[in-house]
């Protein structure tokens, strides 16, 4: 195996799994680190399965317990029936953009500095959405403001979960930001922030897993044995780094609001652009 094509395997799973549930844009992140490491394979689709693959069981695993009791009582319990009935709303509009326009999407916006730009326009919105939401229900929904209008995803209506879900397509176009989308775009409707990124976690199991069949079917000529190796290294990394961050998002959401994603996207979207146009670096290769 090549050990150093082994080691960019290893970071590219690390930056999946840390950014994948961050709203920072894990497609964003993967298309300027490859750009970076110059990481490239026959089989790069089916890579990305797999590090997406370590992402999602990451959550599925934090997630356990409860995604275990839903599964036990799904068929019987009014909640979880309208927890499934939500998730499958939210999750169908990204379905049928996923499958329309998905291939036009990648290539026109797959590359450095249409990302840059987006990470820039969503760290914008993204400050400005926690203003809003602020001003509304204090700086950390209940400090100072009324209560959530959606306290807890139990809360939540299959009109909440469509109009989530149509702004999650808007993760379409790299440097979005798949979680950005739905955690911001929940808070915008009202959510509390416990509920935006919890909701968002749960939305993510059916999205993703459903981008990486749909992918993996696609490019199911490229699952070689000679990469397995790779795959499992990617998996691994995205898993570990994953579980890390899910964990850690959720003690700091308790405390913190958004907007330091924000001007960390900011910061990272401005450097891309100005190196590019003073010419330091050739993001177009």
Request: hydrophobic share 55%.
């Amino acid at each position: 195996m090549d050990w150093l094509l082994a080691v960019k395997a290893l970071l590219l799973g690390i930056v999946e799994g840390l950014t994948e549930f961050l709203p920072v844009s894990s497609t964003g992140h993967l298309i300027v680190t490859e750009d970076i490491v110059r990481f490239r394979i026959a089989t790069r689709e089916a890579f990305i399965v797999a590090i997406q693959g370590g992402a999602i069981l990451a959550v599925c695993w934090e997630y356990r317990q409860r995604l275990a009791h839903f599964l036990r009582n799904v068929l019987r319990d009014a909640k979880e029936q309208r927890l499934a009935i939500n998730v499958a709303v939210a999750f169908l509009p990204a379905a049928i953009v996923g499958v329309l326009a998905k291939g036009a999407i990648e290539r026109v916006l797959f590359r450095p500095l249409p990302v840059a730009t987006a990470l820039v326009v969503g760290g914008l919105i993204i400050l400005w959405a926690e203003a809003r939401h602020r001003r509304r229900y204090g700086a950390l929904d209940l400090a100072g403001g009324r209560r959530a209008r959606v306290e807890s995803i139990d809360d939540i209506g299959a009109w909440d979960a469509l109009r989530v879900g149509a702004l999650q397509c808007l993760a379409m176009i790299p440097g979005t930001s798949r979680s950005g989308a739905t955690i911001i775009g929940a808070l915008l409707l009202g959510f509390s922030r416990k509920a935006a990124t919890e909701f968002s976690f749960f939305l993510a199991i059916p999205t993703v897993i459903g981008a990486s069949v749909y992918s993996g079917y696609k490019a199911r000529g490229q699952f070689v044995a000679a990469d397995a190796p790779l795959y499992a290294i990617g998996f691994v990394a995205a898993f570990v780094a994953a579980l890390a961050c899910v964990r850690w998002l959720l003690g700091y959401i308790s405390r913190h609001d958004f907007r330091l994603f924000a001007w960390y996207r900011i910061v990272f979207g401005a450097v891309i652009l100005a190196t590019a146009y003073a010419g330091w670096v050739d993001w177009t290769q």
